[in-house]
């Protein structure tokens, strides 16, 4: 399985953009980045996932390196809500559908 | 919208109870998991299932069992519950190939 890496945590000001970055440096060329956030409380909600080319959803964009050996996700504009531990996943594929591993996240704090 | 519904959120055990932890999906998804979480250890996954009566063990499934009898119900048991298994627990499901959809919880507290 390949493992991530992230910063335990980091801060960013209200309104201004998050970048948070993780490394996967074993991934293999089927493997997909997978990018989930847990706020307090609840269960980890999906963000945003990509394979090699950048991605953009109404939460978040994926910046994936040409050599896939990491990625940053990136919040553009940062709320007080969007306060939470932010999770980069390789997903394993096997012919069961494949297992989703968590590392320990990066806790972003967002402040006023 | 996908929902994934824990039967409990708190719960209070004493040791060597058996517990049950249970779980539903109403979306018709195949795979479904069950996670825990503890402070500094981030999500360890316990086993998955990937049909019906079908399981498959995770990365800590040593004290742990589970059964998948109907499609969209996932149950994860305590044999004999221990303090060290007080966590919280993530149930979760998606469709082959998707992203995962997660219930809020369960903390389980074994005194």
């Known amino acids: 399985d390949a493992k991530t890496t992230q910063p335990p945590s980091m801060d960013c000001a209200e309104g201004r953009a998050a970048n948070l970055p993780c490394n996967h440096s074993t991934i293999s060329g089927n493997e997909y980045v997978y990018w989930y956030r847990q706020i307090h409380s609840q269960g980890p909600q999906y963000i945003i996932h990509g394979l090699k080319n950048n991605e953009t959803n109404e939460m978040a964009s994926l910046i994936i390196t040409e050599d896939r050996k990491s990625s940053t996700l990136i919040l553009p504009h940062a709320t007080l809500r969007d306060t939470a531990v932010y999770y980069c996943?390789?997903?394993?594929?096997?012919?069961?559908?494949?297992?989703?591993?968590f590392g320990q996240g990066t806790e972003l704090s967002v402040k006023p | 919208d996908v929902k994934v519904t824990q039967s409990s959120r708190y719960l209070v055990k004493r040791t060597g109870e058996k517990v049950f932890l249970e779980c539903v999906q109403d979306?018709?998804?195949?795979?479904m998991f069950w996670y825990r979480q503890d402070p500094g250890l981030g999500l360890r996954l316990i086993y998955f299932?990937?049909?019906?009566?079908?399981?498959e063990k995770g990365d800590i499934p040593e004290g742990y069992s589970v059964s998948r009898e109907k499609k969209e119900r996932f149950s994860l048991i305590l044999e004999s519950a221990s303090t060290n298994q007080t966590s919280m627990y993530l149930c979760?499901?998606?469709?082959?190939?998707?992203?995962?959809?997660f219930g809020n919880g369960t903390r389980l507290t074994v005194t």
């Open positions: 979760a499901s998606r469709e082959q190939g998707t992203s995962l959809h």
């Open positions: 996943i390789v997903r394993v594929a096997n012919n069961q559908g494949g297992k989703l591993i």
């Open positions: 979306m018709d998804h195949e795979n």
């Open positions: 299932s990937y049909d019906v009566k079908m399981k």
